[in-house]
């Protein structure tokens, strides 16, 4: 039996490929049909899926939960309810066919192509209502999805699938727009994303697959964890906030990504933050508690623990052999600092929350910051205050490109309670290695194209300039017809001419250099000293050959103290800290083509 396994495997990775060969070739010639679709059209699409949705919003959600073991069943239905009515009434005004934009004051004419057929990949945490918001926003682009399901879930996505399959095939949707994989592997899902016929891919999941999808060689929306701090401010109305915080991370038991994973609280507030937390279904642990929690919860690859992921904080506790109260909604860990010797300062996925104490707000923009930079970058936090001044300051120094005020993180990044636009995929930027920061919607899935008219005549080499043509004040408007006579010699000599203008000549290389001395010895450093980063590069001796699995910030640092570098490739899992501190010092050597 067992010399039979890989054979079964391998036989069920030909047959996911094999299937996402087959859907993708289908979606390409649905893509052709639906790209010529009408305005009329697609908004009858959209109308028919976004209804079969929300009539089928409780039956999926009872699927999901019962299928992967997640989560909440009555927020699941809230969330399927958000993609199928917050979402789609969201989209439903938008222009996605033909002319779309007229810019009249430089006369451009902007019109919206289809970006052509969609790879969305799925993930376990947040089935049906991602599966619902993804197919919503491909058709409303007048793109083709085909959906490639966790496979921890593919029963409750196919279902999702099959309703509004359905329900688009009825108001004429193109057989073949919507398609979805039903025999799933990470060699299926790989394929789909490569394939000739997929122009981009939506991916929702891990760092592994937003990597795969980012090396997949095509545009791609990539969307991994977060790690959100929510950041309880003195003057924040303290029941309100704790309020908050209770209800984001206890919302579906805390599986979107966007929830909240820790606390951080003035010290001058933070024993009325702790009775709040208490009364309102709050857990503190002990230092021996922790310790059990952070074994049962986190894996040695420093991941959330599957078993325990969208489970009860009593489910929980239990698992990790500690008593709580049977009311207990979320278990809070006070720890001392954040990275690999604090388990529970990671994304966590479930109600349990890391606790700081911070002496200010000074203080706790750096300990968010220390919190996003594990795991979080780009994504979203909170803060919690009534201090306009001290809001504005984490607006802008944060690393995070959702910052929630006075609300969940969880509800307000999707924009359930603020007016972010409503998305189930959450762009993080640079910060996170993605490519938008922007809360994904129909436009991300369009490309523009332009009609330009001029506005001002193009000049030869040794021709005298002709008047420009103000079209916008009733004068000929070039490119709708008018012709413009052509000026005589005389005329072209009455022109006025511009001032002559002194030629700036730029700054001479010896100014230029005592400048950057200057500059240089203000900030302390020496000009002609070489870069400190090449130097540790330089001294650092040749790395082993075998690349590690993890790295965090501490292992860069040991590194940089013992002069040595550490060796990485593709499948490396890579702290945001520890890549950026890495990479400033010159600490990595790759394993792969790269070297």
């Not at 968010?368 to 809001?391: A, E």
Request: aromatic share 6%; net charge positive; charged share 25%.
């Amino acid at each position: 039996m067992a010399a039979e396994q890989p054979k079964v495997e391998l036989d069920r990775d030909l047959a996911s490929i094999t299937e996402a060969r087959q859907l993708a070739r289908r979606a390409k010639q649905a893509q052709a049909i639906l790209a010529e679709c009408s305005q009329e059209q697609i908004d009858a699409f959209t109308d028919a899926l976004a209804a079969a949705a929300a009539a089928h919003a409780e039956p999926v959600a009872r699927l999901a939960v019962e299928e992967t073991g997640y989560g909440v069943v009555a927020d699941k239905i809230q969330k399927n309810l958000f993609s199928a009515q917050r979402v789609y009434q969201f989209i439903k005004p938008m222009r996605t066919v033909g002319i779309v934009n007229r810019i009249e004051s430089t006369k451009v004419i902007e019109i919206a192509e289809p970006f052509g057929v969609v790879a969305a990949v799925v993930p376990s945490t947040n089935p049906t209502s991602t599966a619902i918001y993804k197919i919503l926003i491909s058709i409303k682009a007048r793109c083709a999805i085909v959906l490639s399901p966790h496979p921890a879930a593919v029963k409750c996505i196919t279902r999702t699938a099959e309703v509004m399959a359905d329900a688009g095939h009825k108001a004429g949707l193109p057989d073949g727009a919507i398609s979805w994989m039903t025999t799933v592997t990470l060699e299926g899902t790989q394929e789909l994303m490569k394939h000739r016929d997929i122009a981009v891919i939506l991916a929702t999941g891990g760092m592994g697959l937003v990597r795969a999808a980012y090396s997949a060689g095509k545009p791609a929306y990539g969307v991994g964890p977060g790690n959100a701090p929510a950041y309880v401010e003195r003057t924040a109305d303290l029941k309100k906030a704790v309020h908050d915080v209770v209800t984001g991370k206890t919302f579906d038991n805390g599986v979107l990504c966007s929830a909240e994973n820790a606390v951080v609280v003035d010290e001058a507030i933070a024993e009325d933050v702790r009775r709040a937390f208490i009364a309102d279904g709050g857990h503190f642990l002990s230092p021996d508690e922790i310790e059990k929690v952070g074994k049962a919860l986190v894996t040695p690859q420093r991941l959330p623990n599957p078993a325990l992921v969208g489970k009860a904080a009593t489910f929980i506790a239990s698992k990790a052999g500690i008593t709580v109260p049977a009311e207990t909604r979320v278990l809070l860990a006070p720890l001392a600092g954040v990275g690999r010797d604090y388990p529970l300062s990671i994304e966590k996925l479930c109600p349990v929350l890391a606790f700081y104490v911070v002496k200010d707000w000074r203080e706790g923009c750096e300990r968010c910051k220390q919190i996003l930079r594990y795991g979080g970058m780009g994504h979203t936090m909170s803060i919690h205050s009534r201090d306009d001044r001290i809001i504005l300051e984490f607006g802008l120094k944060k690393p995070a490109f959702r910052i929630c005020v006075n609300t969940p993180t969880t509800h307000g990044s999707i924009g359930l309670t603020t007016g972010l636009e409503p998305a189930m995929t959450l762009g993080c930027g640079g910060y996170g290695g993605n490519i938008t920061s922007d809360n994904i919607s129909p436009r991300h899935l369009l490309n523009i194209k332009r009609l330009a008219y001029e506005v001002r005549p193009a000049v030869r080499r040794g021709e005298q300039p002709r008047a420009e043509v103000d079209w916008r004040s009733g004068g000929p408007e070039p490119g709708r017809g008018a012709t413009e006579a052509p000026m005589s010699a005389s005329q072209l000599s009455d022109l006025p001419r511009p001032p002559d203008r002194p030629v700036d000549r730029g700054i001479s290389a010896e100014a230029l250099s005592k400048r950057i001395d200057e500059f240089l010895a203000v900030r302390g450093f020496s000009s002609g000293s070489p870069r400190k980063a090449a130097i540790t590069a330089a001294a650092m001796p040749a790395a082993p050959s075998k690349p590690v699995d993890f790295v965090c910030e501490e292992d860069v640092r040991e590194a940089i103290k013992t002069g040595r570098r550490i060796v990485i490739d593709d499948r490396t899992i890579l702290t945001p800290a520890a890549r950026d501190l890495g990479e400033s010092k010159g600490v990595f050597s790759f394993a792969d083509w790269r070297a």
